[in-house]
């Protein structure tokens, strides 16, 4: 397959040449935007149990993780800041480690079922505070450190995205044997799989019995 290449004569430079790409954004999507949590978006963040976090660290690397758990999993401190759990992952830290060297980060928080997401644009920090950790405990496990983000900007985002992906419609969910499992993937991309599938099974099943014994 060879390689695309991008013609010069039609990259975007500049602000001016992106926007006369584009009729002016609606009015309503101009007043949306907020610097504090409304009742709104606090009760959104309390129903929401998914969210993305983008990052960017040092030499301008960019990072989107998600985060997930119980509804209300996100606490909100007051109007201004939200506290995230960090629970156990990979231990990769790329997030916290973008965080580090840069504490701007952007949250889309979901609900399942509901087509509108919110946006949330701040600057993050990283505690190890006990009492906000102990707040956060799941079966008295309590997160190792947490995200607080100081908010600038947030406003509800249109289902436009979402009603052309149709992501909640059941009609549209794909088979999840339709691709092989998260550790065959992996390493058919990197090291290359076994090819006994009986080796191949029991390293999936190892992979569950550690998402069940590591989840908090």
């Known amino acids: 397959m060879s390689g695309f290449e991008l013609q010069p004569e039609f990259l975007i430079a500049d602000e001016a040449a992106l926007r006369s790409l584009y009729?002016?954004?609606?009015?309503?999507?101009?007043?949306?935007?907020?610097q504090t949590l409304g009742p709104n978006a606090q009760a959104f963040i309390q129903r929401s149990p998914f969210l993305c976090i983008g990052t960017q660290g040092r030499g301008g690397k960019a990072d989107v993780s998600p985060r997930g758990d119980a509804?209300?999993?996100?606490?909100?401190?007051?109007?201004?800041?939200?506290?995230i759990p960090d629970r156990p992952g990979n231990n990769r830290l790329d997030t916290l480690d973008n965080i580090v060297a840069n504490p701007a980060v952007g949250l889309l928080f979901l609900i399942p079922g509901y087509d509108e997401t919110l946006r949330l644009n701040g600057r993050a920090s990283l505690t190890t505070q006990p009492d906000l950790l102990a707040s956060m405990a799941v079966d008295g496990k309590?997160?190792?450190?947490?995200?607080?983000?100081?908010?600038?900007?947030?406003?509800?985002h249109c289902a436009k995205a979402f009603r052309r992906s149709h992501l909640w419609d059941p009609e549209h969910r794909q088979p999840r044997t339709a691709m092989p499992s998260l550790v065959q993937m992996i390493l058919e991309d990197t090291s290359g799989?076994?090819?006994?599938?009986?080796?191949?099974?029991?390293?999936?099943e190892n992979l569950e019995v550690a998402y069940r014994q590591t989840m908090y």
């Open 23 to 34: 009729a002016p954004a609606h009015d309503l999507a101009l007043k949306k935007e907020r």
């Open 193 to 204: 799989a076994p090819s006994d599938p009986e080796v191949m099974a029991q390293m999936d």
């Open 142 to 156: 309590v997160p190792r450190l947490a995200i607080v983000v100081d908010i600038d900007e947030v406003f509800l």
């Open 71 to 83: 509804p209300g999993f996100v606490r909100i401190l007051d109007d201004g800041r939200v506290a």
